[in-house]
């Protein structure tokens, strides 16, 4: 079937100035690996997971399956990382995340879609790896961390989030993950060939909920706001006040917060000028930046 490029994925001015959004609902690591880390590492963490081959793939923890992106790759594409996407999904379990929707997100989507061919022996590794632009695919367990926190204790008997905002597009594989878990998912990119990427390796999955935006993430998107859920992708010295502004009440912002040291936060929105803030876990991303580039 042929696609038109110029409509996926679908622009932001397809929803800006829409109906009246529906009420929101409330919303809500290990250290990760660096890139340089993971090239001498990696090989040996992809070894432990089994080959690739087909076989049925039950949601993670019994967890009921997430809504799944319908997909233009061969169904042979897809069976040959089954396998290796249950593994992945098993580690990070081990390793604390019990959110067994996001769990099942994450087994359900093919990350291999989201890395450099000459990279697929590790794309299910529980490694970050690079993407250019000194920047990195956050690793596995960080993506479904954050994604928990963010959904944690907010959603009665596991419902889905409503509209979240991701800053630093990157690859687009969390915001792939996030789509899973949310009704609408906006992901902002300020590096423009990152922007393009992302929209390339999204183009096959035909996720309809998820629209990318290239600009300055620091200022959010106001014209889309409130938000249930925030999630930051680069970590910064502080949180920046437009992206507070932006948070529904109720609703939750997950970011990494510090220089050289850093630590995940969860900053929940409790009035219109109030929030509260949870330190959690240390972790190491990539510094937040102001403008486009």
């Not at 604390?96 to 990279?119: C, N, W």
């Not at 906006?186 to 060939?193: G, L, N, V």
Request: overall charge positive; hydrophobic content about 40%; aromatic content about 4%.
């Amino acid at each position: 079937m042929t696609e038109k490029r110029s409509t996926f994925p679908l622009p932001l001015s397809s929803v800006t100035g829409a109906s009246t959004r529906k009420p929101a609902a409330p919303a809500p690591v290990a250290t990760p690996q660096t890139a340089t880390q993971n090239a001498r590492t990696s090989q040996a963490q992809t070894r432990q997971l089994p080959p690739p081959g087909p076989g049925p793939r039950p949601a993670a923890s019994g967890a009921p399956q997430p809504a799944q992106p319908q997909q233009t790759m061969q169904r042979s594409d897809l069976a040959a990382t089954e396998a290796p996407r249950r593994a992945m999904a098993a580690h990070v379990a081990r390793q604390g995340v019990k959110d067994g929707q996001v769990l099942a997100a994450l087994e359900s989507m093919p990350r291999h879609m989201f890395i450099e061919p000459a990279l697929s022996s590790q794309a299910y590794a529980d490694v970050s790896l690079p993407i250019g632009h000194n920047q990195t695919i956050s690793q596995p367990y960080i993506v479904a961390r954050m994604i928990e926190l963010l959904r944690e204790g907010g959603q009665p008997q596991g419902g889905r989030l409503m509209r979240v905002l991701e800053i630093g597009t990157g690859c687009g594989y969390q915001a792939a993950v996030l789509s899973c878990v949310a009704q609408e998912v906006y992901s902002i990119e300020r590096i423009k060939p990152l922007h393009e990427l992302a929209k390339a390796n999204l183009r096959p999955l035909r996720i309809a909920n998820l629209r990318l935006q290239y600009g300055d993430g620091m200022l959010g998107l106001p014209q889309v706001a409130p938000f249930d859920g925030i999630i930051l992708a680069a970590a910064g010295l502080e949180v920046p006040r437009a992206l507070l502004e932006q948070l529904a009440i109720g609703a939750r912002l997950v970011a990494p917060v510090g220089a050289q040291v850093q630590h995940l936060q969860r900053i929940t929105r409790t009035g219109k000028s109030e929030w509260t803030s949870e330190t959690l876990e240390a972790c190491h991303f990539v510094p937040l930046r102001p403008g486009t580039v």
